[in-house]
Each structure stands twice: as structure tokens, then as C-alpha cells.
């Protein structure tokens, strides 16, 4: 199982002529949660849901697509929600305002959080707001350090501007928790973010130092790259589709990403990571490119099923 840690929110889609809102589920934890059971991973959920009514949309479209919710209790408050702007074309990165402030995925304590993990868990998956908004930042931290190195930690820290008052203490933070991250993915606009004007070759040789095994960095349109600690670099092509938006590409990429390398044994523990080659990381970036392009084609995040990607 991997268990997927952080928030789950209402996002407010805008219409083609932005001027009404569709809530809709999400939050990239949420969406790469859903994109895992849609394609038959057993995965579970992390956090806390509110008691209302928009607690009761996240709930449904999770157990709706067979997220276990062992680890997700309700509780009394607000959900966190979201409005996004996407531009005209619906091609560049989606721009989002929060409301978080009181909302109870960010108010998760340390009594949250399970005394121990069963052994059936081989991977647990962190990032995005959840791991900026206190107090749930420091606790979901608290869990990133106690679990590294006994399961293997995936992190994508879908920067988001609006919520990062200090950039300096988040950039320390970020690296932080690479000394407890196995997978590390980045889009390109993470990066540019965190460190504007430094490409990423720069950072391989102290990310790897600090314990990570594996690097990804999709770039959009312009395809995505995979870096292994021996050097081993691959590239795949972004697939061309007939783009509706591109709310949830990344996340879509991420779940079927770690589909494949938990159908192929590869997140059965830290060793069985390492071993992965230059062929393998080619055809699960291609499986992931493959996942992001279908969403695109949807409106929202809006992961496809198992038995898509074999049509």
C-alpha cells in the first residue's frame, strides 16, 4: 500500500468565459490518492476530513475510487477550498488562491498520526501546501522523519507562491526533507521557483549526497526527465493532445509514475529502488506521459483508470 499524506480540498474551477466557479475535489495529495486507485494500487489516505458538506464531496471521491480512509478521520470545521485561474489557452500553469486559515487538514496535530504503520505500507508520498501551512506541516515532517529509510518517501512539492511568505526558510526546508526523500519529483516551474535561473544539473549531486535515489522533472509540453545518482539521464516527449487544461497533469503524472513502479516491485523498499535502469525509468516516464496526456484532454484533474492505459 502507499499512503498519501496531506491535504484534500475543494477546488473552484473556472469556466471557459471565467465567470462562473465548479467546486470540484482535489489537492495534488487528493488527486494523486484518486490517480493511484484508479489504477488498482492499493493506497490510502492520511489527513483529516471535515464534517461538512464539502468533507462530504472529498470522502465520496475518494472511497469512490477505492482510497482507504483507515487513516482519515472527520472531525468538526472547515475544509480547505481553492479558486484557480487558467488562462485563456489552458496550456501554462494554473494559478490558485487559498483559504485555509481554521480549515482542518491544516490543523493536524501529532495525536493525529498513527503510533505505527502496518508492513503492507511500502511507500509514503508527501508535499504541496501541506507541507507549508502549520501546525500539519510540522506533523506530517514529524511522520517524513520517523518512516525514512524504514519505507520508501516520494515528494512533490508543487510550490505554490501565495502560501510561501519566506522563501529562504522554505528553500532550507525543502532540503531538509531530502535527507529522508527517495523519490524527488519537480515540474519545471518548482524549480524555477526555488532556484530562478539554476538549471537543475546544478542540484543532482547534492540531492543525490543527501540520500535521494531518484529525480524527475517534467517540463509540460516540453517532456519530462528522469536522473539516476549514476549519472544515467532520460528523456520522453510530452504526448500531443488536444488540450482542455492542464488542472491535475502533474499529480495524474506522479500517480501513474509510481503505478508503474509499484507493479514492477520497485517500491518494495529502498534497495529494490536503486536497482532500476535506463530502460525501466524510460518506459515508467512513457507510462506517466501517457497518464498526464489523457488528463489534459478532461476538464479539471481528472486521472484516468488502469484499463485506459492498455487501450
Known amino acids: 500500500m502507499i499512503i498519501c499524506c496531506g491535504e484534500a480540498l475543494i477546488d473552484f474551477i473556472p469556466s471557459k468565459n471565467n465567470q462562473t466557479y465548479q467546486p470540484c475535489p482535489g489537492g495534488s495529495i487528493l488527486n494523486i490518492a484518486v490517480g493511484l486507485g484508479r489504477m ?13 458538506l464539502f468533507g462530504d464531496i472529498l470522502e465520496k471521491q475518494l472511497t469512490s475510487n477505492d482510497v482507504d480512509l483507515r487513516y482519515c478521520p472527520r472531525v468538526d470545521g472547515q475544509t480547505t477550498l481553492a479558486f484557480v485561474s487558467i488562462d485563456d489557452q489552458r496550456t501554462q500553469e494554473p494559478q490558485y488562491a487559498f483559504y485555509a486559515e481554521g480549515a482542518v487538514d ?11 504503520l502496518p508492513e503492507e505500507v511500502c511507500a509514503l508520498h508527501f508535499g504541496s501546501i501541506s507541507l507549508v501551512l502549520e501546525p500539519g506541516a510540522s506533523t506530517l515532517e514529524a511522520l ?12 512533490d512539492p508543487n510550490v505554490r507562491p501565495i502560501v510561501i511568505k519566506d522563501w529562504e526558510a522554505y528553500r532550507t526546508r525543502f532540503e531538509n526533507w531530502l535527507t529522508c526523500v527517495d523519490i524527488l519529483r519537480l515540474s519545471q516551474a518548482d524549480l524555477d521557483l526555488l532556484y530562478p535561473g539554476i538549471e537543475i544539473e546544478a542540484h543532482l549531486p547534492q540531492w543525490f549526497e543527501l540520500g535521494v535515489s531518484l529525480v524527475i522533472l517534467t517540463q509540460g509540453m516540453a517532456g519530462s526527465r528522469g536522473y539516476l545518482p549514476d549519472g544515467t539521464t532520460v528523456f520522453v516527449p510530452a504526448q500531443m493532445v488536444q488540450v482542455k487544461d492542464t488542472v491535475g497533469a502533474g499529480d495524474t503524472f506522479f500517480s501513474a509514475f509510481l503505478t508503474y513502479l509499484y507493479e514492477k516491485g520497485y517500491l518494495t523498499n529502498r534497495r529494490a529502488l536503486s536497482n532500476i535502469n535506463r530502460e525501466e525509468l524510460q518506459a515508467c516516464l512513457s507510462f506517466a506521459s501517457k497518464a498526464a496526456a489523457i488528463n489534459c484532454t478532461r476538464d479539471g484533474a481528472d486521472p484516468p483508470y488502469r484499463h485506459e492505459m492498455d487501450q
Open 40 to 52: 488498482g494500487v492499493p493506497v490510502g489516505f492520511l489527513s483529516r476530513l471535515s464534517t461538512d
Open 106 to 116: 491544516r490543523k493536524m496535530t501529532l495525536k493525529d498520526l498513527p503510533p505505527s
Open 144 to 155: 517524513m522523519q520517523r518512516e525514512k529509510r524504514r519505507r520508501v518517501i516520494t515528494l
